[in-house]
């Protein structure tokens, strides 16, 4: 029940876009998207409730598709301090307060 | 801001020893969680506590065990440590939700990196 995020990995220049996706079997409550840079910890960036929600922090935004069971994040114009691991993680209501996070997606920003 | 914070950076342990794992929130928040960390796996659910003396199983509780006897502190127990154990664990916290689902933010400490020899 792991959600699939894709792609595993992607290398950008500055100011270029990005899209990271999500995806899952089964029916999901919310989406949590979260970076983790080297040697730390990961850091809470958003969350999308089902109904088709689009949120936005910035320059990283990010979309939850129900019918799909889709989450997207995008990143637009990315800067260096964009690199990281992305992970997203699935909320399932049957799981209670519980998180399935997916494998991850690296991002590398080149200069 | 909400502080997380795990006892040890790194740690160096043998075979067969009872190995344990602190983790203090700050914030008074009611669930905790441990996850451990792989290369290509992501984030693995090992136990979640939502309330003190409560705990559930996550996605790979076998040989682990955790402890919560105040609300701040969550620990993980490895009975008897294997080097399949190796690994980078991290702990973090949020606020309960009660009508189900979860809309609030996990927040997550540094994390421990554990070597077993």
């Known amino acids: 029940q792991q959600p699939v995020q894709s792609p595993q990995a992607v290398i950008l220049r500055e100011g270029e876009d990005a899209v990271i996706n999500c995806s899952s079997s089964k029916a999901l409550y919310s989406v949590h998207w979260y970076r983790q840079k080297h040697g730390e910890a990961p850091v809470f960036l958003m969350i999308?409730?089902?109904?088709?929600e689009q949120k936005g922090h910035e320059k990283i935004s990010a979309s939850f598709n129900e019918k799909k069971q889709q989450s997207s994040l995008y990143l637009t114009a990315s800067q260096l301090s964009y690199s990281g691991t992305y992970f997203c993680g699935t909320d399932y209501m049957e799981y209670g307060n519980k998180l399935v996070f997916g494998a991850g997606t690296i991002l590398r920003v080149k200069s | 801001d909400v502080k997380v914070t795990q006892s040890s950076r790194y740690l160096v342990k043998r075979t067969g020893e009872k190995v344990f794992l602190e983790c203090v929130q700050d914030?008074?928040?009611?669930?905790m969680f441990w996850y451990r960390q792989d290369p290509g796996l992501g984030l693995r659910l090992i136990y979640f506590?939502?309330?003190?003396?409560?705990?559930e199983k996550g996605d790979i509780p076998e040989g682990y065990s955790v402890s919560r006897e105040k609300k701040e502190r969550f620990s993980l127990i490895l009975e008897s440590a294997s080097t399949n154990q190796t690994s980078m664990y991290l702990c973090?916290?949020?606020?309960?939700?009660?009508?189900?689902?979860?809309?609030?933010?996990?927040?997550f400490g540094d994390g421990t990196r554990l070597s077993i020899l």
């Open positions: 999308l409730l089902k109904g088709g």
């Open positions: 914030m008074d928040h009611e669930n």
């Open positions: 973090a916290s949020s606020l309960i939700w009660l009508q189900g689902g979860s809309n609030q933010p996990q927040h």
């Open positions: 506590s939502y309330d003190v003396k409560m705990k």
